[in-house]
């Protein structure tokens, strides 16, 4: 891995944990040498995130429509900032450009991110790993649901065991730098459907 794609709120939470575990995260990054791929805000976590990358010395780069750029939520300290037209295009370009996925906690577009990567990396379109950073257990609830799709059978249990889950930046980046692509072939498709 040598660039992560991180997705994650362009707000910081109520609570002072969520800013802190994205410092902590970005400091972890530095220390391994990665590059941060994200959605170019300079508002939240987003900015939270990106400002201390930079700070590290790490490449940071954004990916923003131009309608956000209008509305100046633009990061314009990014090592390259890419401008394109669509939140689809955005979405796959960081897609593209990372190594590996970090979901933060974030509002609807992080969920719409992470679930998007978890579709391409099942149907393999991509093979690259993807984590949970479950800082203060905001993902707990989510994690449960997930697990109630498999017990409902709308979900097989192999697809939710390659998400990583952790609120430890250093255990997170071990797992995902451990991860090993899975090559898919039909009958680990026809497993999924539930008889």
Same mark, same amino acid.
């Given at each position: 891995?040598?660039?992560?794609?991180?997705?994650?709120?362009?707000?910081?939470?109520?609570?002072?944990?969520y800013?802190?575990?994205?410092?902590?995260?970005?400091?972890?990054?530095a220390?391994?040498?990665? =590059?941060?791929?994200?959605?170019?805000?300079?508002?939240?976590?987003?900015?939270?995130?990106?400002?201390?990358?930079?700070?590290?010395?790490?490449?940071?780069?954004?990916?923003?429509?131009?309608?956000?750029?209008?509305?100046?939520?633009?990061?314009?300290?990014?090592?390259?900032?890419?401008?394109?037209?669509?939140?689809?295009?955005?979405?796959?370009?960081?897609?593209?450009?990372?190594?590996?996925?970090?979901?933060?906690?974030?509002?609807?577009?992080?969920?719409?991110?992470?679930?998007?990567?978890?579709?391409?990396?099942q149907?393999?379109?991509?093979?690259?790993?993807?984590?949970l950073?479950?800082?203060?257990?905001?993902?707990?609830?989510?994690?449960?649901?997930?697990?109630?799709?498999?017990?409902?059978?709308?979900?097989?249990?192999?697809?939710?065991q390659?998400?990583?889950?952790?609120? =430890?930046p250093?255990?997170?980046?071990d797992?995902?730098?451990?991860?090993?692509?899975?090559?898919?072939?039909?009958?680990?498709?026809?497993?999924?459907?539930?008889?």
């Amino acid at each position: 891995m040598k660039k992560l794609t991180v997705y994650c709120g362009s707000n910081k939470g109520k609570d002072k944990k969520y800013a802190s575990a994205a410092l902590k995260l970005a400091e972890e990054m530095a220390k391994r040498e990665l =590059d941060l791929v994200y959605g170019a805000g300079n508002v939240g976590l987003m900015g939270v995130i990106a400002d201390q990358m930079l700070q590290s010395g790490r490449k940071v780069f954004g990916i923003i429509p131009q309608k956000l750029v209008d509305i100046e939520v633009a990061h314009t300290g990014c090592t390259e900032l890419t401008v394109v037209e669509t939140m689809r295009d955005r979405k796959w370009l960081m897609a593209e450009r990372g190594d590996g996925f970090i979901a933060m906690p974030g509002g609807i577009g992080t969920f719409e991110e992470l679930f998007e990567i978890m579709t391409l990396n099942q149907l393999a379109y991509i093979s690259k790993p993807l984590a949970l950073y479950n800082v203060n257990g905001y993902y707990d609830k989510l994690i449960d649901f997930l697990n109630h799709s498999v017990n409902e059978g709308f979900l097989h249990q192999s697809q939710l065991q390659v998400l990583i889950i952790s609120d =430890d930046p250093v255990q997170l980046l071990d797992k995902m730098e451990a991860f090993q692509p899975k090559k898919m072939d039909k009958k680990e498709i026809d497993k999924w459907e539930v008889k």
